[in-house]
């Protein structure tokens, strides 16, 4: 047993920060004297100093890890070249597991800055994924769904596409976040088409037709038209797309052209 | 023998009290059973009624923390403190110890009005504290270190209401401090009046465009000199983007200068 203890020591000796996801108060207090403790979570229930708001709570580790460092990163506490231990749980609420993570410029996939550094609200893309997370866990009257929502720099967005019907959304003034609107979205998911969203959440359009140029779009082949239309748009403009798969019920995230995040529903 | 005289003395004592006196030992007896019944009655309304957890957090609150009581407690004190003064104002009566006369009217007309002046102030405190807890909270999330003047600001204002109609009702004059308290109202509407203008403008104006809209987003559009596509309307400001710039627009002026849509 000793040498387990002793791997473990190693494995924990002299980090640059301690990231904690989601800690207890009690658990918080532990760590009182250490030098640098980020505390990543939903709410700042600890009043961390150092504290990196998770907007998601990741099912994927990796994802929340990730996530945790390049917020750290973003705000100063963490640079290339550090190292930080996080502690976090794989399996239940309770802290199951750590891991050393070496900090390097090429962990920034883009997870933080898809939600603090988009053009939209951070509340805005959340708001678009929880309505996604439940069109896709539920989907249509028991039947899976795809959906594309654009989100941000809506009048770019606009202009690059055209109606393919009346919009429902004419001269309404719905924002994502709405208790209503999780219903009305799902009905007007069978629409074909793009739902168009505005900087601060208002849903500008749906039945959208998007029209930007597919050149340099880098997404995985085998994905269809509904991805392929969400990266290009969010090559071309300043939004970010957010897709949900009618196939194979995944969420996808794109900026830039690229995916950046990708999530199964069926586990939030 | 000696036994016996004791008893006739003591016999004699009390066949020389009067009957009211009686009564009026009966009703101070009444009234401090009643105060307490009060009181306890009291207490458990105002806790049922979850006015101390509405309490938790406000000065007073933590000032009678300290003495080992709490708000709800005192309110409830008072009010049987009240019954009971009534209920020996009712014996002196009926005791009819004429000499006091005179000073116990007095007393029984102010008594009431001391109370209610007790119990505003009171409520005044509560309120105070409570409100400087709300707009403290809404005003968290803006990091200006003179924003904490407003809290106390809206503090003070209820306290000095409170105040002046707690020494109004005991009969102090007041119109002093009536005048000061209309001079303030005055300047607060006038100086809020000067300041909101422009956005009082905007917002009537944007109300307009929100329901009619006569551009959306995504039309190209030239407002106030500036051509660029519309990117979001809201309540008070235009936001109109062109090539990496992005023009904010009072809706004041959108309406002021006219709209130009274009169309290709």
Redesign the interface.
């Known amino acids: 047993m000793s040498s387990l203890s002793d791997v473990l020591s190693e494995f924990v000796a002299d980090p640059d920060a301690i990231v904690l996801f989601s800690p207890s108060r009690g658990f918080y207090d532990r760590f009182a004297d250490a030098d640098s403790v980020v505390v990543v979570a939903e709410e700042n229930v600890v009043d961390a100093e150092q504290f990196v708001e998770l907007p998601l709570s990741f099912a994927n580790v990796r994802d929340r890890v990730r996530f945790g460092i390049e917020g750290a990163m973003d705000d100063g506490i963490l640079e290339e070249g550090n190292t930080a231990v996080c502690v976090t749980s794989i399996f239940d609420d309770e802290n199951d597991s750590v891991s050393r993570v070496r900090v390097n410029e090429s962990m920034r996939s883009g997870i933080y800055d898809l939600f603090t550094n988009s053009r939209a609200d951070p509340s805005v893309i959340r708001d678009v994924f929880d309505v996604a997370i439940e069109l896709g866990k539920k989907g249509q009257k028991g039947k899976p769904v795809g959906a594309l929502f654009v989100v941000g ?7 690059k596409s055209r109606a393919l019907s009346y919009n429902p959304f ?2 309404s ?1 719905v924002h994502v976040g709405d208790p209503i609107v999780n219903v009305m979205l799902k009905e007007f998911s069978r629409l074909d088409g793009a739902f ?1 969203i ?3 959440g ?1 849903i ?1 359009s749906a039945y959208r037709y998007l029209e930007p140029s597919a050149e340099g779009v880098d997404i995985p082949k085998g994905l269809g038209t509904r991805h392929m239309a969400g990266g290009a748009i969010s090559r071309d403009t300043n939004a970010t797309a957010i897709v949900l798969s009618e196939s194979d019920g995944l969420i996808r995230a794109f900026k830039g052209g690229t995916i950046i995040l990708e999530i199964d529903p069926e586990e939030y | 023998m000696a036994v016996e005289t004791v008893l006739n003395a003591i016999r004699r004592v009390f066949t020389g009290i009067p009957p009211r006196v009686w009564l009026s030992v009966v009703i101070v007896i009444i009234g401090f059973v009643l105060s307490y019944i009060v009181a306890a009655v009291n207490r458990q309304i105002l806790e049922r009624a979850g006015v101390a957890e509405s309490l938790e957090g406000t000065a007073i609150e933590r000032t009678a923390r300290e003495f080992g009581t709490s708000t709800v407690r005192i309110i409830a004190k008072l009010t049987g403190y009240f019954v009971l003064l009534l209920s020996l104002l009712v014996a002196l009566t009926v005791a009819e110890l004429g000499y006091a006369d005179l000073f116990w009217s007095g007393v029984a007309v102010f008594l009431p009005q001391l109370f209610v002046a007790v119990a505003i102030m009171l409520i005044g405190v509560v309120v105070a504290d409570k409100a400087e807890l709300f707009v403290a909270e809404r005003l968290r999330g803006i990091k200006l270190p003179e924003i904490g003047i407003v809290p106390a600001l809206v503090k003070y204002s209820i306290l000095f209401v409170a105040t002046l109609i707690a020494l109004g009702q005991i009969g102090v004059a007041t119109l002093a401090l009536i005048v000061l308290l209309g001079a303030y109202l005055v300047a607060l509407v006038v100086f809020t009046a000067i300041a909101t203008h422009d956005l009082f403008a905007s917002c009537a104006a944007g109300v307009y465009l929100l329901l009619n809209q006569p551009y959306g987003i995504g039309d190209e559009v030239r407002v106030a000199g500036q051509r660029g596509i519309v990117q979001e309307v809201d309540l008070f400001v235009t936001r109109i983007e062109t090539d990496g710039e992005e023009h904010i627009i009072p809706n004041r002026s959108v309406f002021k200068n006219g709209i130009v849509r274009i169309r290709e």
């Open positions: 720099d809506a009048g770019k967005v606009m202009n004419e001269k003034h168009v505005s900087d601060s208002k500008v």
